[in-house]
């Protein structure tokens, strides 16, 4: 056995699966989360909660073959940061995240509050895949200029994000794209996107299904589109989607490493992807 400080009566294994596992189950609304209770709220995980998850983690563990390095109760492919990480070693990278191209300028107040609550869902679904260690390589900095930017179109955006990828590999990882998402996706936020996510839950609530989103611009589309995604729309009307923000680093970018993503996750705006 191996103790936890934390628990020294329990295996350290068993303790973080565990913790993994219950903050999943409270973002998923499936488990209330551990809070004092109120007059208006008695809602707990009460022992019996807490049994049931341990018998749970114990089962999974049983039948994992090849356990992620974080969370050992799970196979590793379906860690996204295990994943990511794989990835950059395959390029030989070391930063990944995507780029925010500012297209609002309308109150820095409120673009403030929009990118705390970035910061705030970018950190929770990397604590949800205890990969906390990969925050340091994880960039996505804004791009400003109002005078280009300012309500500025995606197909605009892809244009101009199109010429920031020719040179940023080099600079940034010191050798060239290759199949990194960080080279071919970028984020666009106008004052309707940014409206989404700062009038909807405060991160306080967790809530994966709420109305924020962000819009994602892709430079080069492989495979293809579903015809019914194409038929009577312009084609620079194809380059972007409308990506829910609270999976932004991590979730979606590991699902747009895949060879035909943008075929399989396509929605037509104003309809929001999901992930």
């Given at each position: 056995m191996n103790p936890s400080r934390r628990t020294p009566g329990q295996d350290t294994v068993y303790n973080n699966a565990l913790s993994d596992i219950e903050r999943q189950l409270q973002a998923e609304r499936l488990v209330p989360a551990r809070a004092a209770p109120t007059q208006h709220s008695t809602a707990v995980v009460t022992?019996?909660?807490?049994?049931?998850?341990?018998?749970?983690?114990?089962s999974r563990a049983q039948r994992v073959k090849n356990p992620s390095r974080r969370?050992?109760?799970?196979?590793t492919v379906f860690n996204d940061a295990d994943n990511v990480e794989r990835q950059l070693q395959e390029d030989g990278h070391k930063i990944w995240g995507w780029?925010?191209?500012?297209?609002t300028y309308v109150n820095d107040e409120e673009w403030a509050e929009f990118m705390a609550r970035i910061r705030y869902w970018n950190e929770y679904t990397l604590r949800l895949s205890n990969a906390l260690d990969m925050?340091?390589?994880?960039d996505y900095q804004v791009l400003e200029n109002p005078d280009i930017f300012d309500n500025a179109h995606p197909s605009t955006i892809r244009e101009h994000f199109t010429q920031w990828a020719m040179t940023a590999p080099q600079q940034e990882q010191g050798k060239g794209p290759m199949r990194s998402q960080r080279y071919n996706y970028c984020l666009h936020v106008d004052q309707e996107a940014l409206l989404s996510v700062i009038g909807g839950p405060p991160p306080s609530v967790l809530t994966f299904i709420g109305p924020g989103y962000i819009n994602l611009v892709?430079?080069?589309?492989?495979?293809?589109?579903?015809?019914?995604?194409?038929?009577?729309?312009?084609?620079?009307?194809?380059?972007?989607?409308?990506?829910n923000y609270q999976s932004l680093m991590l979730h979606w970018y590991n699902q747009l490493r895949r060879e035909g993503s943008w075929f399989n996750e396509y929605r037509v705006p104003p309809e929001v992807a999901r992930i």
């Open positions: 022992d019996a909660d807490r049994a049931n998850l341990r018998a749970y983690v114990r969370t050992p109760e799970r196979e780029v925010i191209y500012r297209c925050l340091p390589s994880m892709c430079k080069t589309i492989t495979g293809g589109m579903r015809p019914e995604h194409t038929f009577g729309r312009a084609e620079q009307e194809h380059c972007f989607m409308r990506i």
